[in-house]
């Protein structure tokens, strides 16, 4: 029974509110005891009927003056009427308390020199219920926005996201249908490392956060990939510095750097090329390098290398790491450069 009844007051609302006024009923009790001595049983009474008009105004204010009048913006009636309701209340909570001190002239005479107080006193009672809902309603209204902005981030990710599949995918497809064309021997080696890696997009990359070492793995199995199906001729160099363990990344952040350097760098250069992709871990700070060269077609016609991939990733990156990531790309004549550093700290 006990316990229903504290989860009732702590709990549900109406529980709440009895426990406030339940308290503010025996503080000003004891604070007019401490100073007075009185009789128990009229500062009892008294500081009842205190409570009573305090929450009879409050509740008056808060379910019925500041809806009609405050939510509506209609500002000057809303004061207008606050004040005729103060002065309407107001003489009826002096009256009971000049009743309930019939036996105490001297309380009679305190009562007839704070009459004129009592209006100020009720009015400012009043005007912090209002203040009270102004700045819940602000705290509730930026709670929403920063949910909603929240949802929507959310739901562009996971759509940014899903489009790194598909374009990862299709570049994967083709190269294994022109492998099988050949009828190459590779072409089940690229099929395995296919299943490993839409194994781990499948089953792990649903996590907001995965582990680095994990996405690292996933890297490198995408490397060996394109290793399988590029000629002797192509330079690949991918190394490792640093500690991963603990550390978490978002999934498929750095899958689109690979993409375009293999795609931009090597893909159309069947003689000559390279890809050269180096991470190093220091602390809690990824850095990432990949450099790949580029075709003589691109530097004769100075093609800009990118696409959807690219953009993506970015967007991306200034969604998930806003302020803790540094991203630089250096385009020149003959190389095709993205220095990625982001602090991987996830509790900022």
């Not at 604070?31 to 008009?53: C, D, R, W």
């Not at 913006?73 to 309407?88: C, D, E, M, N, Q």
């Not at 902005?149 to 599949?165: A, D, G, P, T, V």
């Not at 004769?300 to 970015?314: D, F, P």
Request: charged share 20%; glycine share 4%; hydrophobic share 45%.
């Amino acid at each position: 029974m006990i316990e229903k009844l504290l989860s009732f007051l702590t709990k549900q609302k109406i529980g709440q509110h009895l426990l406030f006024w339940l308290f503010s009923f025996v503080f000003l009790s004891f604070m007019e005891y401490s100073t007075t001595h009185g009789p128990i049983a009229s500062i009892v009474l008294k500081q009842f009927i205190n409570v009573a008009f305090y929450a009879t105004m409050v509740y008056g204010n808060i379910y019925y003056l500041i809806p009609n009048y405050f939510q509506d913006k209609r500002y000057p009636a809303y004061f207008l009427v606050l004040i005729l309701f103060v002065i309407i209340v107001t003489p009826i909570y002096s009256f009971l308390l000049y009743i309930i001190a019939f036996n105490d002239p001297f309380e009679k005479a305190e009562l007839l020199k704070l009459k004129n107080y009592y209006y100020f006193f009720n009015f400012f009672i009043v005007g912090a219920s209002t203040v009270f809902v102004i700045i819940k309603d602000w705290i509730f209204q930026k709670r929403e926005k920063r949910e909603l902005e929240n949802r929507n981030m959310q739901s562009e990710l996971n759509f940014l996201k899903s489009q790194i599949n598909p374009h990862f995918l299709f570049n994967t497809l083709n190269s294994l249908y022109a492998l099988t064309l050949k009828k190459s021997d590779k072409a089940p080696d690229v099929v395995i490392k296919l299943s490993e890696m839409m194994r781990y997009m499948l089953y792990e990359c649903n996590e907001k956060f995965v582990p680095l070492e994990n996405e690292l793995i996933y890297l490198q199995n995408y490397i060996e990939l394109e290793k399988l199906r590029q000629p002797d001729s192509i330079h690949i160099d991918f190394r490792i510095e640093g500690n991963t363990d603990s550390l978490m990344i978002a999934p498929l952040i750095i899958i689109s750097f690979l993409e375009n350097a293999f795609k931009h760098g090597i893909s159309t250069s069947i003689d000559f090329g390279f890809v050269n992709i180096h991470f190093r871990i220091s602390g809690q700070i990824l850095e990432f390098k990949i450099e790949n060269s580029k075709t003589e077609f691109q530097q004769k016609q100075n093609n800009k290398i990118g696409g959807i991939g690219l953009i993506n990733a970015q967007k991306r990156l200034d969604m998930i790491y806003p302020d803790q990531h540094t991203l630089e790309i250096i385009d020149t004549q003959e190389l095709y450069t993205v220095l990625l550093n982001i602090n991987l700290n996830n509790e900022i």
